[in-house]
């Protein structure tokens, strides 16, 4: 809970910093992991498991909502478990990084090499950015 605070503390200050400099709208920081974390308990904390949560701070972020599904959280029949608390994740990390790097300015040709599997999503822009 510390750590998160002084996380929470570190981004909004930079995050003034930007606003102060006038140069929000041309920052954005955001987090990028492929690594989760499972529901379940292994006895000494959890285990690995599949996506996670996100967030992305900036001028040009369409803030104060979610993008994505929230998974089910129950512990019994829960459709998005894969077994053992390993939640199947609702959006694709190349969604995520092709909508960052679209904002970045790469182009879209460039983005479909990048992240081949685009395809297969009906949103290849989550649109969180403007």
Not at 75 to 103: E, H, M
Request: glycine content about 12%.
């Amino acid at each position: 809970q510390d750590n998160l605070t002084q996380v929470s503390q570190a981004l909004a200050a930079f995050y003034a910093a930007t606003v102060e400099l006038g140069v929000a709208a041309s920052v954005t920081t955001f987090t990028a992991s492929d690594f989760g974390r499972s529901l379940s308990v292994n006895g000494d904390g959890t285990d690995h498991g599949w996506g996670g949560h996100h967030f992305v701070v900036g001028g040009a972020v369409r803030g104060q909502r979610f993008y994505g599904a929230m998974p089910s959280l129950r512990s019994d029949d829960n459709p998005n478990d894969t077994g053992f608390g390993q939640i199947i994740p609702t959006t694709a990390l190349d969604q995520y990084a092709a909508t960052l790097a679209a904002w970045f300015g790469v182009s879209a040709s460039d983005i479909a090499d990048i992240f081949p599997a685009l395809s297969r999503f009906d949103a290849p822009n989550l649109r969180f950015l403007g």
